[in-house]
């Protein structure tokens, strides 16, 4: 069985760096073509993809938030980590991670997700 | 970067109804294409992928198609369960990721 979840502080201040862990079974960062992505829905807004990380050290980053994002890997623990600077109100929304196939590897893009953490910005 | 346009915002249908959502890559993905469901308070779910495979367990109502630049999702006939928004995601290999900005479903 695949799983995964998302743990974090619900609350953080303004201009405050956002460290969220992603720890998953089932599956694992050293098998080819996988991966691990990260998605947020702010409250009344669509879904956004943030970042992404693959078995063999490829990360992707959205282009409007590269500049915040850092995501990183430990295969030994089964965990992914997103870290994100200067939060800002608007980064208020609950964070995803889910299970990413590399295409041609895997076909399925993301299909297992985490239930989700909500983070709140706010002093 | 790919961007995706998801049309229409919100849709209003009844029971039974046929329904139609496009998505629109702003260059050829192929047919790199996911659709998913989301429904309040509830983890997304993947219904579709590579455009047009459904995924394992989910009712045959909902189908995908398209290739290149044009997507399309179809509920065949509408259930009550079915009133969500869906999100369609790009996910090329030499590219970021992206969604569209969502379709909700809503009762008519």
């Known amino acids: 069985q695949i799983t995964l979840k998302e743990s974090g502080p619900t609350l953080v201040k303004p201009t405050q760096t956002l460290t969220l862990t992603c720890t998953f079974s089932?599956?694992?960062?050293?098998?080819?073509?996988?991966?691990v992505g990260w998605i947020r829905r702010p409250p009344g807004k669509a879904l956004e993809w943030l970042a992404l990380?693959?078995?063999?050290?490829?990360?992707r980053y959205s282009p409007s938030l590269k500049s915040r994002l850092t995501i990183t890997k430990d295969t030994s623990k089964n965990q992914v980590v997103l870290t994100m600077t200067n939060m800002d109100p608007v980064d208020t929304a609950t964070y995803y991670c889910?299970?990413?196939?590399?295409?041609?590897?895997?076909?399925?893009?993301?299909?297992?997700w985490g239930q989700g953490t909500t983070v709140t910005v706010s002093s | 970067d790919i961007q995706m346009t998801q049309t229409p915002s919100t849709l209003s249908a009844s029971v039974g109804d046929r329904v139609t959502i496009t998505c629109r890559a702003s260059?050829?993905?192929?047919?790199?294409l996911a659709w998913y469901q989301e429904k309040p308070g509830k983890t997304p779910k993947l219904l579709i992928y590579?455009?047009?495979t459904l995924e394992s367990g989910v009712s045959s109502r909902f189908s995908g198609s398209g290739s290149g630049t044009e997507f399309t999702l179809t509920i065949s006939s509408l259930h009550p369960d079915d009133f969500a928004t869906y999100y369609c995601?790009?996910?090329?290999?030499?590219?970021?990721?992206?969604f569209g900005q969502g379709t909700k479903v809503e009762i008519k």
């Open positions: 889910a299970r990413a196939g590399y295409p041609n590897y895997y076909d399925y893009g993301m299909d297992i």
């Open positions: 089932g599956f694992s960062l050293s098998t080819s073509g996988m991966g």
């Open positions: 990380i693959y078995w063999n050290d490829d990360k």
């Open positions: 260059q050829s993905i192929s047919n790199w």
């Open positions: 590579k455009a047009s």
């Open positions: 995601l790009q996910y090329v290999s030499y590219s970021r990721w992206s």
